[in-house]
């Protein structure tokens, strides 16, 4: 295996190869790959590949947002799992997260990954979206840390201190908020 930065003419197959293991129903995208190319224009170095030979069998895509490196896309194939590829990749994607001079990662994640992301020091944070329409008026005094909210045009977005990753608490907020999605961010501080 042999993991490096991601060439250039490597792109659109390392988006393909998220693409299949991130969204294999083919929902609408995330991020177009238009942003994804626009993206790897500014910061290549946020983007790294693991190779098998020449095949390539995992991805990561990072994005500089502000303060924030964002990790935005990592999926490593089914096949590769459970080897130390998907803690080497972290591990050279920091390197080059910390040299841009940011002051942390944050990323989303899939509930099966949660407990990689809490054993390399990232901490967790829920993410709650919420219609505005929906928005309970009391929202702020029902008893959680809230620690920044956001509005976009589409909802508005909670982020909430968390102590450890619990499923129970994330169907909880999902109901005292009227949230139509409630997922664990991660930050690891990178000063």
Do not use: W
């Amino acid at each position: 295996m042999k993991i490096k930065l991601l060439p250039k003419g490597d792109l659109c197959k390392a988006d393909c190869l998220q693409q299949s293991i991130l969204n294999p129903r083919k929902r609408k995208r995330y991020r177009t790959f238009g942003y994804i190319k626009k993206q790897y224009a500014k910061n290549p170095k946020l983007f790294i590949g693991c190779y098998d030979r020449d095949r390539l069998v995992g991805i990561i895509f990072g994005f500089v947002k502000k303060e924030t490196v964002l990790l935005g896309e990592f999926a490593v194939d089914k096949t590769y799992r459970r080897r130390g590829i998907g803690k080497k990749m972290l591990v050279l994607f920091e390197v080059h997260a910390k040299a841009t001079g940011k002051k942390r990662i944050l990323l989303g994640s899939k509930e099966d990954a949660e407990r990689f992301y809490l054993d390399r020091g990232y901490l967790p944070l829920l993410f709650v979206q919420i219609q505005h329409k929906k928005v309970p008026k009391d929202y702020r005094r029902k008893g959680y840390d809230i620690i920044k909210e956001t509005n976009y045009p589409d909802a508005k977005r909670l982020f909430i201190r968390g102590e450890k990753c619990n499923p129970r608490l994330k169907g909880k907020a999902k109901k005292d908020f009227n949230a139509y999605d409630v997922i664990y961010l991660f930050k690891k501080e990178i000063k």
